[in-house]
C-alpha cells in the first residue's frame, strides 16, 4: 500500500510523463473486482491517466518536490557539464532514463550537460529533443512548486543556464 495519500487538486509527478493534477480518486469495477484508481490530468499533453492506488508508488507516483529539492536540482544547472565521450546512442538512452525517472536533479544534469550545445549548429535533431524534453519537464515541475506560469519557469531556467 503506498504511504502517500492522494486527493482531487493535489499535484503529483509522474515519471514518464511529470507534472499533472489529481482530478479525483474514485472506485470502478473491472473484471468484477472494485479497484480505487488515481484519476490524474496532464495538461500540457491533453492526457488522462488513471493510476490504481495500490500500484502509485510501484509506478513512480509522487507528490511535488518541496523547495529544498527544487533548489538543488537548481545548483546542478549551474554546476559544470559533464562531458562524456561515450557514443550519443548510449548517452541518449542514459538522458531518457533521468529524463523518465522523473527525479529533478537527474532531469537538471540532462539540462546542464545538453545545454552547451543547444545553440550549437552541430546539434543533432535528437540531441536538440531530448534537451527540450528535460527542460519542460523541469519547467513544468519549477512552475507548480514555485506557483508561476510555465513561461516564466521556463525563462528562470534559461536565466540560470546562461549565467552558469
Known amino acids: 500500500m503506498s504511504k502517500e495519500t492522494f486527493k482531487a487538486g493535489d499535484h503529483v509527478v509522474y515519471p514518464t510523463h511529470g ?17 480505487e484508481l488515481i484519476v490524474i490530468g496532464f495538461e500540457q499533453d ?4 488513471k493510476v490504481p492506488v495500490r500500484k502509485a508508488e510501484a509506478a513512480g507516483l509522487r507528490k511535488l518536490s518541496n523547495k529544498k529539492i527544487m ?25 531518457e532514463a533521468k529524463i523518465n525517472s522523473g ?6 544534469e540532462v539540462v ?10 552541430e546539434q543533432s535533431y ?23 506560469g510555465h513561461d516564466e519557469a521556463t525563462r528562470r531556467l534559461e536565466t540560470l543556464l546562461e549565467a552558469a
Open 126 to 148: 535528437s540531441e536538440r529533443q531530448i534537451y527540450e524534453q528535460a527542460l519542460e519537464r523541469l519547467a513544468h515541475e519549477v512552475a507548480a512548486v514555485e506557483k508561476i
Open 46 to 49: 491533453r492526457m488522462t491517466l
Open 71 to 95: 533548489q538543488t536540482a537548481l545548483i546542478t544547472l549551474k554546476g559544470r557539464a559533464t562531458v562524456r565521450r561515450a557514443m550519443w546512442s548510449r548517452r541518449a538512452q542514459e538522458y
Open 19 to 35: 507534472v499533472g493534477c489529481v482530478l479525483a480518486v474514485e472506485v470502478q469495477h473491472v473484471g468484477g473486482m472494485e479497484l
Open 112 to 121: 546542464r550537460d545538453l545545454h552547451r550545445n543547444a545553440r550549437n549548429a
Open 103 to 108: 527525479d529533478p536533479v537527474s532531469i537538471a
